[in-house]
């Protein structure tokens, strides 16, 4: 198969919607790897693991070295895991997600993987708990413990794509669809196609204003992604 797209999603509020939880387990997280009460917290809309998780140590008084970040982190994947069994009903896929996953999967010249601010293990929660995870090659994607810059997530995923199938994927053939700025800026920034989907906090206007080539209101309309995506009219 000659690959001509490698089409990289966002998670949440793109794909998914787990409202609420992620503080919740930053309050866990923290309260376990270092004894402090979780007292504040960044903006965690667009930005990396590595960003939030250093800027919710330095918001507490405590350093964020490597070693500390790296036990927050195991903290944080513990508080996910122990509530696996509620991740069905307390999140949900977006209208659509599913159906475009599915869609493009069953294209000849097309992989599809992540880029993501989460871990690779809370990735694979959060897709998995809503049967989303099935056509996403969860094993080249970026992710937030690369990182604290989300532009720097995506030649990681271009390379491991290319070293896993194969194929050199130029960065026109590369399509970043997500819900915030920071999303559509790490597109621009290595030269792929950026699609907004204003299913978060950020307009339609607000993605168009950062740059996005094209804006969806959603996912829903399969034809109008489908276009967005493999650059039909």
């Known amino acids: 198969m000659r690959a001509h797209r490698l089409v990289l999603w966002d998670i949440d509020h793109t794909l998914v919607d787990y409202t609420g939880l992620g503080i919740g387990w930053y ?8 004894g402090a009460e979780f007292r504040t917290h960044p903006d965690f809309g ?15 008084g405590i350093e964020p070295d490597e070693e500390t970040i790296q036990r927050m982190w195991r903290e944080l994947i513990a508080a996910v895991e122990r ?24 294209r000849d010249g097309v992989v599809q993987s992540l880029i993501t601010g989460n871990l690779p293990e809370i990735s694979r929660h ?10 996403l090659d969860l094993e080249i994607g970026g992710y937030g413990s690369l990182s604290p810059r ?12 290319e070293a896993k199938h194969g194929i050199e994927f130029s960065a026109e053939s590369v399509v970043i669809l997500g819900d ?17 989907v204003a299913t978060g906090r950020f307009s339609a206007e607000q993605l168009t204003d950062s740059g996005a080539h094209r804006v969806l209101p959603d996912l829903a309309d399969l034809s109008a992604v489908r276009a967005a995506v493999l650059g039909e009219p």
Not at 126 to 135: I, V
Not at 150 to 161: E, M, N, T, W
């Open 83 to 106: 509530a696996r069994a509620s991740l069905p009903v307390q999140g949900r896929a977006l209208d659509g997600a599913a159906a475009a996953l599915a869609d493009f999967a069953g």
């Open 27 to 34: 309050g866990a997280a923290l309260a376990a790897a270092t």
């Open 180 to 196: 915030t700025p920071h999303d559509i800026e790490a597109a621009l920034d290595y030269g792929a196609v950026a699609i907004g």
């Open 126 to 135: 959060k897709l998995a708990a809503l049967g989303l995870e099935e056509h």
């Open 46 to 60: 667009g930005r990396t693991e590595r960003a939030i998780t250093a800027d919710v140590l330095r918001m507490h």
């Open 150 to 161: 989300r532009s720097d997530l995506v030649p990681h995923a271009v390379k491991a794509a």
